[in-house]
């Protein structure tokens, strides 16, 4: 990998797993690096390796200003440019009944070489040991903020549809331009390696250009899954209670708003809510069968 990749430890992990969020595209609501951040916050993790954008990232797309590198000036004296980085960071659980440590990665999304940036990140996987693969992501869209923001799910091979089966997750047809994320999973899919991506709903109003560049509630809800899914136990309330502050600051901009007001009331009315439970644990075949009471509850809801 030459000078792209930089480790700074190479600890030995228990059964890890990998959760990958990107800048760019799929991070609307900071859906894709909120979950990371979050994580690397609440875990007090530690640098475990870093990628150099140099060769992916093109600073210069009309429009894309948050590619551009940072520069801090102090009366008038340029102290530092930063450029973007994908750094990785490792939690290791002193817990002897966690099932599982973790490797994150907070990535840029790459504007070029995305094959040669996937085998990186894979390479990364593979030497740390890493048994699984997560990937989150947000995409705007006109739901209501007053609902529990709607989770999609694609992953690497279709038996693990069986394991999602309790996390309220639908399942799309989408065919068109890809996202890196989707990429990624690809990639793993190839490896053998298992991966599953999941992305939500976050609220976005255009007409009333509303749009939450920190939406607390949809990082919530993919959270939520995620730490069931991979075991960490965390408690996730401070993240719950952020939702709920979000949602109260909106309802008061939608009361002083009549035509907002109608707006939102239309979305409730074509909006149908999935709401996820903490799922009890059960033997794969009671799985199946949610999975098949979800599905059809979506076909006579008119979603499937």
């Given amino acids: 990998m030459g000078e792209r990749l930089t480790w700074y430890e190479r600890p030995t992990l228990k059964k890890p797993v990998m959760l990958v969020g990107f800048t760019g595209w799929l991070d609307g609501g900071e ?38 590198p940072n520069v801090e000036t102090e009366d008038g004296l ?28 907070r990535g840029t999304e790459p504007n ?23 990937s989150v992501g947000g995409v705007l869209d006109t739901s209501p903020h007053t609902r529990e923001p709607l989770v999609s799910c694609s992953v690497s091979d279709l ?36 991966a599953i991506h999941l992305t939500g709903r976050s609220t976005y109003y255009p007409e009333f250009n509303i749009s939450i560049p920190h939406n607390s509630k949809v990082i919530y809800a993919l959270l939520r899954r995620l730490n069931r899914l991979i075991g960490l136990g965390l408690d996730l309330s401070d993240l719950d209670q952020a939702g709920r502050e979000l949602q109260a600051k909106l309802d ?9 007001k109608r707006y939102v009331e239309e979305l409730e009315k074509n909006f149908v809510e999935v709401r996820y439970h903490e799922p009890i644990e059960g033997e794969p075949e009671d799985f199946v069968r949610d999975a098949e009471e979800f599905l059809r509850r979506q076909r006579d809801n008119g979603q499937g």
Avoid at 165 to 192: D, E
Wanted: net charge neutral; hydrophobic share 40%; glycine share 4%.
């Fill in 112 to 134: 070029l070489q995305w094959e040669e940036y996937t085998d990186i990140v894979l390479s990364v996987a593979e030497q740390s040991g890493v048994e699984r693969l997560y």
């Fill in 159 to 194: 038996k693990l549809k069986a394991e999602l089966a309790p996390y309220a997750v639908s399942y799309s047809n989408y065919k068109g331009p890809s996202t890196f994320n989707s990429a990624l999973i690809a990639a793993c899919r190839h490896k053998g390696l298992e």
């Fill in 252 to 260: 008061g901009i939608v009361a002083r708003n009549l035509k907002l």
């Fill in 78 to 105: 340029i102290v530092e440019v930063r450029y973007p980085t994908s750094l990785f960071h490792y939690w290791h659980s002193e817990n002897v009944d966690m099932p599982h440590d973790l490797v994150l990665l």
């Fill in 31 to 68: 859906a894709s690096t909120g979950p990371v951040d979050y994580l690397v916050q609440k875990l007090s993790t530690r640098r475990l390796a870093e990628i150099s954008m140099r060769d992916f990232a093109a600073y210069q797309l009309p429009g894309m200003e948050f590619l551009r």
